[in-house]
């Protein structure tokens, strides 16, 4: 079963543009993680993030986390092309057993 | 540094019959975990193996099995085909412990006819 939700399924902005994908859960965690999967194929880590941890940035990405709404949101700053990937949060306790959410499709547009 | 392989990388299969998906992890790492990814989904947790046993598994049947051998390497078997079973089949490796990020294999994409 997906233990979280990304909202929006689907979205598409015009390069350079920030993009802003929320991701919300149902159980408790020790920590979130986001994932980038490009076409389908091997997902790529891109930030984890702590339950007692509220903000977290690396490069372009921000990640907050709000542990009171079971949420967290991914913001993508200065949008490329290369961004057009789909993005999963996914929780767990560490690496072991993630649980991943249904994702969000990015659209890049040039 | 070789990230993680995966092999094969497609594969057609029919109904009822059994299958073997191979992993190969990230240099040094000691934890392979499996996922399956359905078309428009998430990856979701079958099996991870730390040490050639099984740490914990996910809602699968026991027609999925796995192993893990002492370089690591780890196979994933799946007998009794079925069309569900259709699905992108994702390696993954890591070291064990808290927060410690997974590296993705690029996946075996299985059809079953």
């Known amino acids: 079963s997906q233990q979280g939700e990304e909202d929006p399924q689907a979205l598409s902005i015009q390069e350079g543009e920030n993009a802003t994908m929320n991701c919300s859960y149902k159980?408790?965690?020790?920590?979130l993680q986001w994932y980038r999967q490009n076409s389908g194929r091997g997902l790529v880590h891109l930030i984890l993030?702590?339950?007692?941890?509220r903000e977290k940035h690396s490069g372009r990405l921000r990640v907050t986390l709000d542990t009171s709404k079971k949420s967290s949101s991914l913001l993508i700053t200065a949008s490329r092309a290369a961004d057009t990937a789909s993005y999963f949060c996914?929780?767990?306790?560490?690496?072991?057993?993630?649980?991943f959410g249904t994702g969000t499709r990015l659209t890049i547009i040039p | 540094d070789a990230g993680v392989t995966q092999s094969p990388t497609h594969l057609i299969k029919t109904r009822g019959q059994q299958v073997t998906l191979r992993c190969s992890p990230k240099?040094?790492?000691?934890?392979v975990s499996w996922y399956q990814q359905a078309l428009g989904q998430g990856p979701q947790f079958i099996f991870q193996?730390?040490?050639?046993?099984?740490?914990q598994r996910g809602n699968f049947p026991d027609r999925f099995s796995g192993h893990q051998f002492p370089n690591y390497s780890s196979e994933l078997n799946v007998n009794a085909l079925l069309l569900g079973d259709s699905a992108l089949y994702l390696c993954?490796?890591?070291?064990?412990?808290?927060?410690?990020?997974?590296?993705f294999g690029s996946g075996t994409q299985l059809s079953v006819l």
């Open positions: 240099s040094g790492h000691d934890t």
């Open positions: 159980t408790s965690i020790n920590n």
């Open positions: 193996y730390y040490e050639e046993e099984e740490r």
């Open positions: 993030i702590r339950s007692n941890e």
């Open positions: 993954a490796s890591s070291f064990l412990g808290p927060g410690e990020k997974l590296f």
């Open positions: 996914a929780t767990g306790f560490g690496n072991e057993k993630l649980t």
